[in-house]
């Protein structure tokens, strides 16, 4: 399939030097390199399910302090510069 892509010209400069030097073409060296770090991906250690902390705290928000406004908030942590 055709696609276009948008590379660094420094990157694209690099990767058709390599291409020439391995007498490859570029598409080659760019599907080998996806193939390589999807198989990273893939063959990556199981991601484990990370829990989490919840505050489970009471109170709630400071009297007159609007919830909706960043400079409000800011101002109430003491931090509005």
Do not use: C, H, W, Y
Request: charged letters at 30%; proline letters at 4%; a positive charge.
């Amino acid at each position: 399939m055709k696609t276009t892509l948008n590379l660094n010209d420094r990157l694209l400069a690099d990767a058709k030097a390599l291409a020439a030097q391995q007498r490859t073409s570029l598409t080659r060296l760019i599907e080998e390199g996806l193939q390589l770090r999807l198989r990273t991906e893939t063959d990556s250690a199981p991601r484990r399910r990370v829990r989490l902390p919840v505050f489970k705290g009471r109170g709630g928000l400071v009297e007159g302090v609007n919830p909706l406004s960043n400079k409000a908030l800011l101002e109430a942590l003491g931090d509005d510069t």
